[in-house]
């Protein structure tokens, strides 16, 4: 938290603090991303996470007045963000995909997949247009580069009868995700291994994969925000162009999928490059709200029928 003691007397409701941190925000420049794409949703997601509040109801609070306490943890979280430039989902340990909440501190990166908004939305199972129609057809699951966890255990949700794997190279980042398993009650279904991507798995099979894995290039990695190079480093680099992991992950899927399995992966602006790597493959691509192009779906016949090199 900043050292600063910031002015908040003339503060007294919600909205005096929405409005004075989207100033300071917008001021600041800060940088977003991390689940907001603007200083005023930041602003939002602060005071609302910040009072323990539900933080997709704002208008019911606008102008509810402010415990002395309050204002001055308020306060110290704005000034935090600015000076910091942390995102805030680590200042406040909290982060959403939709609204399934999970612990977060720096040792994962912030959840913000576009594969959560696919689990939840039905473009992945539940009807007749799904990638898979029938949730009760996938028994195992597998989660690469899990990170926090929260691909896994919106898996579990989406296939209520399967178990997850859910692999990761750091041990720090499984500690997160543990808890984040004990929080939703998930210990009997989600498994967490550490290991280099399908290292540690032996001969399983799973009728899906999902993977949000690390795919900035190294021209990024040098240009990132603040914001992000609080984020650890393994978790986000991957090469010169991005794909390293990717190509891994192409290379030996097919090896871990059922006949009737598949592959969903999320590679951020690299869906050109990959088409022109991989041109006998064909990939799916999902739009979601937020996003165009950036998760593709590969059958396992696919990948077995072009395996990758």
Not at 71 to 76: C, F, I, K, N, Q
Not at 203 to 211: A, F, K, T
Not at 222 to 231: F, G, I, N, R, S
Not at 238 to 267: F, K, M, P
Request: glycine letters at 6%; one cysteine or more.
């Amino acid at each position: 938290m900043s050292n600063k003691e910031p002015d908040t007397h003339d503060l007294k409701t919600v909205r005096d603090f929405l409005r004075y941190a989207t100033s300071r925000f917008t001021e600041a420049k800060l940088a977003y991303g991390h689940g907001t794409t603007n200083a005023f949703d930041e602003a939002a997601f602060m005071v609302l996470e910040g009072l323990h509040l539900p933080i997709d109801r704002l208008e019911p609070f606008l102008e509810a007045r402010l415990t002395k306490a309050e204002r001055t943890r308020l306060g110290e979280l704005i000034e935090a963000r600015i000076e910091t430039r942390k995102p805030a989902s680590y200042l406040l340990q909290r982060a959403y995909i939709g609204s399934v909440g999970f612990y977060v501190d720096e040792r994962v990166l912030v959840p913000r997949s576009f594969i959560g908004e696919l689990l939840q939305s039905g473009a992945v199972t539940g009807n007749d247009d799904s990638l898979i129609a029938d949730p009760g057809t996938v028994n195992r699951a597998l989660d690469l580069c899990t990170g926090s966890g929260c691909l896994a255990i919106l898996a579990a949700m989406a296939f209520p009868g399967a178990n997850v794997d859910a692999v990761d190279l750091s041990p720090e980042a499984l500690e997160v995700a543990q808890q984040n398993v004990v929080e939703h009650m998930m210990q009997d279904r989600i498994e967490l291994l550490q290991g280099d991507l399908f290292v540690p798995l032996a001969e399983r099979r799973y009728d899906l994969i999902i993977s949000n894995p690390p795919y900035v290039d190294a021209p990024a990695m040098v240009k990132l925000p603040p914001e992000y190079q609080h984020e650890p480093a393994l978790a986000l680099a991957s090469g010169d162009d991005g794909l390293d992991i990717v190509r891994r992950i192409l290379a030996e899927a097919s090896q871990y999928l059922t006949d009737s399995g598949g592959l969903l992966c999320e590679i951020g602006r690299g869906r050109e490059l990959l088409s022109e790597a991989f041109p006998a493959l064909d990939f799916h691509w999902l739009d979601t709200e937020e996003s165009a192009g950036e998760v593709f779906w590969l059958s396992a016949r696919a990948l077995k029928r072009h395996k990758p090199a």
